[in-house]
Nanobody, 118 residues
Framework: QVHLVESGGGLVQAGGSLRLSCVASGIIFSRVRMGWYRQAPGKQRELVAYITSAGSTFYTDSVKGRFTISRDNAKNTVNLQMNSLAPEDAAVYSC????????????WGQGTQVTVSS
């Protein structure tokens, strides 16, 4: 069973930075892509970024140049460095993983709240 635990959320002023981390278990971490989603109140969950097992990355347009996703296979950890945060980035951020190698994202953590004050 895949288990994902996020940390690092909090309150930050606009223009500030936060670093989110997610520790994964129950999967062959080094062989799967990992992702970060976010959901703001009243909005649909949105894929923010993902990183493949080979290290290739994808970002949604609104965070390009501000967010950086990275992974540490030795620690089964995926990180999301968020810089130049804006109020519209406020949301619950969740880590995502497939439940088998090559599969779609099918498991999410409980999430960590990111609040950005203007």
């Amino acid at each position: 069973q895949v288990h994902l635990v996020e940390s690092g959320g909090g309150l930050v002023q606009a223009g500030g930075s936060l670093r989110l981390s997610c520790v994964a278990s129950g999967i062959i971490f080094s062989r799967v892509r990992m992702g970060w989603y976010r959901q703001a109140p009243g909005k649909q969950r949105e894929l923010v970024a993902y990183i493949t097992s080979a290290g290739s990355t994808f970002y949604t347009d609104s965070v390009k140049g501000r967010f950086t996703i990275s992974r540490d296979n030795a620690k089964n950890t995926v990180n999301l460095q968020m810089n130049s945060l804006a109020p519209e980035d406020a949301a619950v951020y969740s880590c995502a993983a497939p439940i088998y190698v090559g599969g779609p994202f099918a498991s999410w953590g409980q999430g960590t709240q990111v609040t950005v004050s203007s």
